[in-house]
């Protein structure tokens, strides 16, 4: 899988040192291996793929290898980037090394229009785009039709990315990879990473080409000192995490498994210390990501409470620590995460709080990217020559939208569907489902929790462990983790104090989430589509318990137990009193609706407010089975039509309706119920949700 290749004449090389002097000072030469990649690089229908740990200098490579082909007359250089954060700091580095850069992305439409007119002139160096970006037709049709046969290098960052045996899959990043390298088969190809076993490596190289340059080296990081704490309750995490926070070096990331444990442990933090540590999230826009990552670099915070949303790309050299309130379900994507830090400075804290629940999200992300037979076939059928929108397969399959994206992505790695504008069309290529190939990657994820769960019961040292799971052939104990001290480091502590326990679940406990109505309905196997008018809409309800909130642990416990916990009883009466402000008349009827199997804890709860309210009460009734809970919002709502029981005008007829159901993850069941209530005359309906569920 290597080739021999040419050493740079000197006039190359001098090209290239000046690169390496403006991105490293004066004292700075290429290694061995960067100036192997870039003397590879030179040639035609080169593919090299690095594989070198964080902070190595992977992107001096391409950068080198840019400034000596645009000085030789080649095209621009094509940089496939999985995140903003790692555009940004990549055309940074590049201005610095005298290339002129841009990126095109969703946080800079006004710019687009610009940076196109400089590439069809031949004035940039370099362009940075998402590999989702590439994927959209009309950007092909303006910017990838004028770069073929004009293509200097293309350079695919985090090419762990392109392998289905990776930690961090994704199907646009294969088919983007397939996709420039059809447009020119001559430019040479660059692929890093800093995460990837040697079965990921394999993949790749074999991806890339037979003839492909595999440089790969020690993955260790001697600045990391790892630390694994003994299992304690979702809360005891928060309110560790609250105790610990001012005692860490410097700044640094603290990594959540879930956006709703980001959002809940950056309140409490807050509530604490003040606003030192915000909440980081995909679900963010891409400015407001872009100004907390540079606050975070300019040390203007503490730290980010962050999801894996924050991983590949995010350089500060200067990163003091990395804790991890949650376990990732693989040694290598949790390698990735923590080696953010200690990249420039020579002591690095990292530790990691596991907890029991971790394991079910393990299972969750072992799936979420592998192909339903099922689901694809539905997509299949309803597929033909004429371009099809995500919403209307939704319609037509009745399997959820986001599966209908998921589906079409594997699809599109195959060939078989193709997006083009309007959206997708089949290609008339067949699908066969591969049952073996996608029963090893299951078997490979089940090994590496198996590895995850060896680091965190420290059976060895933890640096050995997670090198030797990358294939590193060094892996020597590191004599300073836990396991090999024998001791947390200090300043950690095993458990937090108790009063920081109490006071986060009583701040936890006060608050609530809002439901916002849905305002369209979903068509297909509903019937009905368009906007929901207002004389059938809920209003904006209220959500007792969001997703798997550990301040409500024990009531969710007993709420699955058909049992009211007294705690949770209070805290509905406690959320009725703040939302009166906003009702748009005083509820005078609550109805209860049990959509999940909780028949007396709601009765019970909707009996206690109708009490405390002088409220009075009614019940819909439900009837039939409940569906999949994996099919498309018009099956769901079409369902739930069916099965709620029409309640007698005479019971809400000019009565404003306190609507009470135990819980859902999609809200149908709130919608389709309201809107029967509307129409049966109630002037309004105000939803609480007891439990909305990830």
Not at 220 to 230: E, H
Not at 672 to 678: D, H, I, T
Request: negative net charge.
């Amino acid at each position: 899988m290597t080739s021999p290749v040419t050493p740079l004449s000197q006039q190359r090389l001098a090209v290239a040192q000046n690169v390496i002097t403006a991105l490293a000072g004066p004292e700075a030469r290429l290694r061995e291996d960067q100036l192997a990649a870039v003397c590879a690089l030179l040639e035609p229908q080169a593919k090299v793929l690095v594989v070198q740990a964080t902070g190595w200098g992977k992107s001096a490579v391409y950068w080198a290898a840019t400034a000596i082909r645009r000085a030789e007359g080649a095209g621009v250089t094509l940089v496939v980037s999985p995140l903003l954060s790692l555009m940004g700091d990549q055309v940074v580095a590049a201005q610095r090394a005298g290339l002129a850069a841009a990126t095109i992305n969703s946080g800079n439409l006004e710019d687009w229009g610009q940076i196109e007119a400089q590439l069809a002139s031949d004035e940039l160096d370099v362009l940075l785009v998402s590999p989702e970006r590439l994927a959209n037709p009309g950007f092909g049709r303006r910017v990838l039709e004028r770069l073929r046969g004009r293509l200097g290098l293309l350079v695919v960052d985090e090419a762990h990315s392109i392998s289905d045996w990776g930690h961090d899959f994704r199907p646009d990043y294969r088919r983007v990879a397939d996709t420039l390298m059809e447009l020119d088969p001559s430019c040479p190809v660059l692929a890093t990473t800093a995460t990837a076993n040697a079965r990921v490596t394999r993949d790749v190289a074999h991806q890339l080409g037979q003839a492909t340059t595999v440089l790969r080296g020690p993955l260790g990081r001697d600045s990391l000192q790892l630390a694994v704490l003994p299992p304690l309750s979702a809360l005891q995490r928060y309110a560790w995490v609250v105790d610990h926070l001012p005692l860490l070096p410097g700044s640094g990331i603290i990594y959540t498994l879930t956006v709703a444990d980001a959002q809940r442990l950056a309140e409490a933090v807050t509530a604490a210390h003040g606003p030192i540590a915000p909440a980081y999230s995909g679900r963010l826009e891409p400015s407001e990501r872009a100004r907390l990552e540079a606050a975070l670099r300019r040390n203007e915070v503490k730290a980010l409470i962050a999801t894996s949303a924050l991983g590949m790309g995010f350089d500060k050299p200067d990163l003091g620590f990395v804790v991890h309130v949650g376990s990732p379900p693989s040694p290598v994507s949790y390698y990735q995460q923590v080696g953010r830090a200690g990249r420039g400075i020579d002591h690095a804290l990292v530790a990691l709080l596991p907890s029991a629940s971790d394991e079910g999200v393990w299972r969750y992300f072992a799936t979420a990217t592998l192909p339903d037979p099922a689901q694809i076939r539905a997509i299949l059928d309803v597929l033909g020559g004429e371009p099809r929108s995500v919403p209307a397969i939704e319609a037509a399959t009745g399997v959820r939208r986001g599966r209908v994206e998921l589906q079409l992505k594997q699809l599109a790695v195959d060939n078989v569907v193709e997006r083009v504008e309007g959206g997708w069309v089949a290609t008339g290529r067949e699908w066969h489902h591969d049952a073996e190939h996608v029963a090893a990657i299951l078997a490979q994820r089940e090994g590496e929790a198996a590895i995850m769960r060896d680091y965190l019961a420290g059976r060895e040292c933890l640096m050995s462990l997670l090198r030797r799971s990358l294939d590193d052939p060094d892996a020597p104990p590191c004599g300073r983790c836990s396991v090999c001290l024998g001791a947390l480091p200090a300043p950690l502590q095993a458990e937090p104090q108790p009063d920081t326990v109490t006071n986060v679940s009583v701040l936890l406990r006060r608050g609530f989430h809002e439901l916002e109505p849905r305002r369209m309905w979903p068509g297909g196997a509903f019937g009905r589509k368009g906007r929901i008018s207002a004389a059938e809409s809920a209003e904006a309800g209220r959500v007792l318990i969001h997703a798997d909130a550990p301040e409500w642990e024990e009531a969710l416990r007993l709420f699955a137990a058909d049992q009211l916990d007294p705690h949770l009883r209070q805290h509905a009466v406690g959320v009725l009193a703040r939302w009166k402000e906003q009702w748009p008349s005083r509820p005078e009827l609550v109805i209860d609706l049990d959509a999940e199997g909780h028949p007396g804890a709601l009765a019970a709860l909707s009996d206690h407010l109708a009490e405390v309210g002088r409220l009075q009460r009614a019940t819909i009734r439900v009837s039939g089975v409940s569906g999949s809970g994996d099919e498309g919002g018009g099956a769901e709502a079409a369902n739930w039509a069916a099965r709620c029981m029409p309640v007698e005008p005479a019971v809400v007829a000019d009565r404003c309706v306190l609507l009470v159901v135990d819980a859902t993850s999609t809200g149908w069941v709130v919608t389709v119920a309201a809107s029967m209530l509307r129409s049966a005359g109630a002037t309004h309906v105000l939803p609480l949700l007891v439990h909305r569920r990830a």
